[in-house]
């Protein structure tokens, strides 16, 4: 290292801006307001609550992230089930929070040992009952609002649940009669949320963003030591000293794209399920040949999503003129998402959002008269019965680097995943779940479809185990073998269970916060 | 009604343009181009008879809509003065049928590229005019057309909508009646 590079040193540099990484930043920043941080991010800013680019989005859906978004060429799916990163994750100043629905539901007592109940995927290193206060204050931090009380919890949410919706009435009856029990979807985005239905561009940042945790701590006087780099791609680790010590970090200056190396005390990894174990496998010296953390061949390996299962069914009228009024489902039901249904693959079902709806404004564009569009409301009504499908992931899928580089500096990547031989069984088991509700509800032309193997929530690239033969992570989320470096993102999680990661992820983040502040133990809500 | 496209305009609507936003330096809107495009927009509510009284409570929402996409890049100011020679034009070809012209038989196809000034002033104004007009409250009328006497406001949420003019309050919704099991 030359002199220059080695002067400016850092107590922790976090690598990743999204939910993980704000949030990690804010809890250090709190408790020691000189905390000197470094955050590298590869993405760039789109700035959030801006009236042109809502007012763009309004009449044209035209997001103004997209371009933060994987493109078709930047991975090479290889394994026999395709695998669709475009539109799931996000590389920008906040993360894939940036177009996250909100959606904050807790992992299940059962997740925590998928391994020990159906001999798939990975257990936990500890229990719900452990996680339990974190979640709690997840919620919290999160402003998740809901009134559910499966799995247990040990304090309300902190903010009232969004109604059932009239669209949803029917559904609930339906359920009810068949002894599924409906539930109010928790949300995070109770803080000041006008109920607008432009989740996806908030026009008063109501929904939880990493990019106005950053907001915040950019502004905030105290944090003087704080310093955020865009557009800085993450290169790779490298000890010093010993094996056991990653203080050094190579990323690509955000003006010359040259090589810049910092030293930090704590190195933490928040960069996701695709990028952190590329960054651990290329981070390769004579003490760690195969990458760090990699003696025992396990990084980038057993990764999840979630198959999108749905059924769509028609009435031939909509008398009561429904539409979505909320840019979010309110409607659940976890019945399926228990420990009898684990080895079958749990599902998460929720009345999709976008059902039934009418473009009134596209009928007036073209042409049709108030008589014409009248017809059209009140015309065949669309239902969809969405869900979440737990996968219990495989040592042989990998996620790894491919030949190049993304437009952001960072590798591409090869995904080798395939679905097991009784996929395709099982999933057509709960979609019998689904098609019966719509059956009960009296719809017609019903359309059962298992979805395509997308990145959405990409989990378990570097999950947490008891020791290194299981894991890359222990329960601190520090990587085994070393001192001072940690993955703190979903590619810690053992499994991704059945619903959306990101309250589990908080939970977990809470919990490194509380171990790297040396308070572990003394959680308090 | 009959939707027979068929030319519409002289010389001015069936000028060839690029496909883009037309370029223009960002400026506010002048009063006078204020007046001409509200003018559309009010008849957008009359043609389709979706607003409670007029459009005049939709007036301060629309005015922000109009500055935002005036102010900012890309300029809209350049389209916005070309749709107003569009309007005129039309005014004089077709008097008091010009916007029904517009709205019904323009023969534009929406969801193809525009390249004519008429197809300009269809698609990056009065398209977008109907969307706003749609988010901004015109909505309620195709959802809730004879709302209770009690509640003449319109209990109903719409993608896009926002309530009260300052971002301050939570947009009902009709909800479903929850039965105890």
């Known amino acids: ?31 020691n307001p000189l905390t000197k941080i470094l955050m590298l991010e590869a993405g760039p800013v789109v700035p959030m609550k801006d009236r042109r680019y809502w007012w763009d989005y309004v009449v044209s859906y035209k997001k103004p992230y997209t371009h933060c978004y994987d493109l078709a060429g930047d991975n090479d799916s290889v394994g026999r089930t395709p695998w669709v990163s475009e539109g799931s994750r996000m590389m920008i100043y906040g993360g894939s929070t940036v177009h996250w629905g909100g959606w904050s539901m807790r992992f299940k007592p059962e997740d925590f040992h998928l391994f020990s109940n159906t001999g798939g995927g990975g257990d936990w290193p500890y229990g719900y009952d452990e996680l339990e206060p974190y979640y709690c204050r997840a919620e919290s931090y999160l402003s998740v609002g809901g009134d559910d009380r499966d799995p247990w919890r040990s304090k309300p949410y902190p903010m009232p649940a969004y109604p059932w919706t009239i669209s ?56 003087v030591n704080f310093t955020y780099l865009g557009s800085a791609p993450a290169q790779r680790l490298e000890c010093e000293g010993s094996k056991a010590k990653v203080n050094w970090v190579t990323y690509l200056d955000p003006t010359t794209a040259e090589e810049v190396t ?10 996701g399920a695709y990028e952190a174990p590329k960054l651990l496998q290329r981070s390769v010296s004579t003490a760690w040949e195969e990458g760090i953390g990699n003696d025992h061949d396990l990084v980038g390996r057993y990764p999840v999503s979630h198959p999108f299962l749905s059924v769509s069914g028609t009435k031939p009228d909509n008398p009561e003129r429904w539409i979505q009024e909320y840019d979010f489902p309110t409607l659940m039901s976890r019945t399926y998402d228990t420990e009898a249904q684990q080895q079958n693959g749990k599902i998460f079902l929720m009345k999709d959002a976008n059902y039934p709806s009418v473009d009134i404004a596209a009928q007036m564009i073209n042409g049709r008269t108030r008589a014409e569009v009248d017809r059209v409301v009140t015309g065949e009504r669309s239902m969809h019965l969405s869900a979440f499908m737990e996968e219990k992931g495989s040592w042989s899928d990998r996620f790894t680097a491919a030949k190049g580089t993304t437009r952001f500096g960072l590798p591409r990547t090869k995904i080798d995943f395939s679905h097991p031989a009784d996929f395709t069984a ?12 719509l059956r009960e509800m009296g719809y017609q032309n019903l359309n059962p479809q298992i979805g395509s193997q997308d990145g959405h929530h990409t989990s378990s690239t570097t999950r947490m185990g008891v020791d290194p033969t299981e894991g890359v992570v222990d ?18 999680l053992p499994n991704c269970a059945a619903v959306n990661p990101t309250l589990t992820l908080v939970a977990v983040t809470l919990k490194l916060a509380d171990h790297l502040l040396g308070r572990d133990g003394e959680v308090s809500v | 009604m009959a939707h027979t496209p068929h030319k519409v305009g002289g010389d001015i609507c069936s000028q060839m343009l690029p496909p883009e936003v037309l370029p223009a330096e960002p400026r506010p809107p002048s009063e006078a181009e204020i007046d001409g495009l509200w003018r559309v927009f009010v008849a957008i509510g009359e043609t389709w008879q979706n607003t409670v009284h007029d459009s005049a409570g ?4 629309w005015l922000d809509f109009l500055t935002q996409k005036c102010v900012t890049r890309p300029s809209y100011i350049g389209e916005y003065s070309s749709a107003l020679s569009v309007f005129e034009e039309l005014d004089r070809t077709h008097g008091d049928a010009a916007m029904d012209t517009l709205f019904f038989h323009s023969g534009v196809n929406s969801s193809t590229p525009p390249t004519t000034r008429l197809a300009h002033a269809k698609q990056y104004v009065v398209d977008e005019f109907i969307r706003v007009q749609i988010v901004i409250g015109g909505f309620k009328n195709f959802i809730v057309p004879d709302p209770p006497a009690e509640r003449p406001d319109h209990i109903v949420n719409h993608r896009g909508f926002v309530a009260g003019s300052r971002y301050n309050r939570v947009t009902p919704v009709r909800v479903a009646i929850e039965q105890t099991p």
């Not at chain 1, 922790?12 to 709190?30: C, D």
């Not at chain 1, 910092?262 to 960069?271: F, P």
């Open chain 1, 168 to 223: 949803d009435g029917e559904m609930v009856e339906a359920f009810q009669s068949l002894g599924i029990t409906p539930g109010k979807m928790p949300m995070a985005r109770a803080r000041k949320c006008m109920a607008t239905g432009t989740c996806k561009y908030c026009p008063v940042g109501a929904r939880f963003s990493g990019s106005y945790i950053l907001d915040d701590l950019l502004a905030d006087p105290r944090f």
């Open chain 2, 58 to 61: 939709l007036r301060s929402s």
């Open chain 1, 1 to 31: 290292m030359s002199a220059d590079q080695t002067r400016v040193g850092y107590e922790y540099i976090i690598i990743g801006s999204g939910v993980a990484g704000s949030t990690l930043a804010t809890q250090l920043l709190e408790a």
């Open chain 1, 426 to 437: 099982r999933a057509q088991k709960n979609l019998g779940y689904m098609t019966a509700v």
């Open chain 1, 262 to 271: 910092a030293r930090g005390d704590t190195v933490l990894v928040c960069s």
């Open chain 1, 475 to 492: 329960e601190n989320l520090r990587v085994f073998g070393t001192e001072n470096l940690y993955v703190c993102s979903n590619a810690a």
